[in-house]
């Protein structure tokens, strides 16, 4: 399964924000498992990094991020991505098409976000992360 983490997803595993943290947590780690495929993109990348610098130190923030990217796949934001979201209409928050194309791009299967309703655009699944863990993991971690 191919995943895209939106940058809030990011951000409540950079800092530690609970009660989110125990179940973003879990989606992260994902990423050691070889039926999962995590992306994020460079916006995403920026934005964690931005709210991580301003609870921690920028160096601090630097080597999570740097964690974060041994991890994950990053998508890419190309001029095909700023054109497709640019020219749909459907799509209001330039940041958030931009996600959504890098998703659609890299053959996600779903977007995992806390604001669900901004993607109303989306033709994937997009799911918060408390959905995502009762739909997809909830079986696996009970196993």
């Known amino acids: ?16 924000e609970y009660p989110l943290f125990t179940v973003t947590s879990r989606i992260i780690s994902l990423a050691d498992k070889s039926k999962f495929t995590l992306f994020t993109s460079p916006v995403c990348l920026a934005i964690a990094f931005y709210f991580a610098e301003k609870k921690y130190k920028s160096s601090s923030a630097k080597k999570r991020i740097q964690i974060l990217c041994d991890h994950l796949s ?19 928050d330039f940041e958030d098409g931009l996600e959504y194309y890098s998703a659609v791009e890299n053959k996600c299967n779903c977007i995992i976000t806390e604001d669900v309703e901004d993607f109303y655009f989306s033709k994937i699944e997009v799911l918060s ?7 997809y993991l909830l079986n696996i971690v009970k196993k």
């Open 1 to 16: 399964m191919r995943i895209f983490l939106d940058a809030n997803i990011l951000v409540s595993v950079l800092n530690k």
């Open 74 to 92: 990053i998508a890419s934001a190309n001029k095909s991505t700023v054109l497709q979201s640019l020219n749909n209409p459907a799509v209001n």
């Open 129 to 135: 992360s408390e959905i995502f863990f009762e739909k």
